[in-house]
């Protein structure tokens, strides 16, 4: 058999590379873990959660992505609380930065009645909470561990700001949030 000309063997290897190239374009991205700390969701109470998925869907095109009938809180002690909520994580795609809503009576008081908190992701939790009350956090709740009835486990804290604003730091166990 006989050898092809020299620029056809170049013109078929530019021409694969080309292929190649354009080929791994489409390759699934590997995933790189999350920078923290990093703002991960801001919450608001709503009056119903159905209306209001729907709303926010319809409106923005954002994704449910995840909805929590129940919140198992475990704290310190090892004592776990099963606690029923209404919860739906609702994100743009291709983004990790989470609209989290909760159906409930709206409080008292405290920041707006639809505001609740802002959610902070964070590596080492017990850390980062060092840290907020070494810069002058204040009323900071316990360590807890949150178990979602969608799988995610996390700990999580409170703590509230200079002008009374509340965020919550959350360290991902297991599962996305």
């Given at each position: 058999?006989?050898?092809?000309?020299?620029?056809?063997?170049?013109?078929?290897?530019?021409?694969?590379?080309?292929?190649?190239?354009?080929?791994?374009?489409?390759?699934?991205?590997?995933?790189?873990?999350?920078?923290?700390?990093?703002?991960?969701?801001?919450?608001?109470?709503?009056?119903?959660?159905?209306?209001?998925?729907?709303?926010?869907?319809?409106?923005?095109?954002?994704?449910?992505?995840?909805?929590?009938?129940?919140?198992?809180?475990?704290?310190?002690?090892?004592?776990?609380?099963?606690?029923?909520?209404?919860?739906?994580?609702?994100?743009?795609?291709?983004?990790?930065?989470?609209?989290?809503?909760?159906?409930?009576?709206?409080?008292?008081?405290?920041?707006?009645?639809?505001?609740?908190?802002?959610?902070?992701?964070?590596?080492?939790?017990?850390?980062?909470?060092?840290?907020?009350?070494?810069?002058g956090g204040r009323d900071l709740s316990p360590i807890h561990t949150v178990s979602t009835s969608g799988g995610t486990v996390a700990k999580n804290m409170f703590f509230v700001g200079p002008s009374g604003e509340r965020v919550e730091l959350m360290q991902i166990v297991s599962g996305e949030?």
């Amino acid at each position: 058999m006989r050898a092809l000309p020299r620029h056809f063997r170049l013109a078929a290897v530019a021409t694969f590379g080309t292929i190649a190239v354009a080929v791994s374009a489409f390759a699934p991205a590997k995933k790189a873990p999350p920078l923290s700390p990093r703002f991960n969701h801001v919450m608001m109470i709503v009056s119903n959660l159905d209306s209001s998925v729907a709303f926010y869907t319809a409106a923005f095109d954002l994704n449910v992505a995840q909805r929590i009938t129940e919140l198992r809180v475990t704290d310190e002690n090892g004592t776990a609380t099963p606690r029923p909520v209404k919860m739906a994580l609702l994100e743009f795609p291709g983004q990790e930065f989470v609209l989290e809503m909760a159906e409930r009576p709206a409080p008292a008081t405290g920041p707006s009645p639809n505001y609740q908190h802002l959610g902070v992701d964070v590596r080492d939790i017990a850390a980062a909470a060092e840290r907020i009350r070494k810069a002058g956090g204040r009323d900071l709740s316990p360590i807890h561990t949150v178990s979602t009835s969608g799988g995610t486990v996390a700990k999580n804290m409170f703590f509230v700001g200079p002008s009374g604003e509340r965020v919550e730091l959350m360290q991902i166990v297991s599962g996305e949030f």
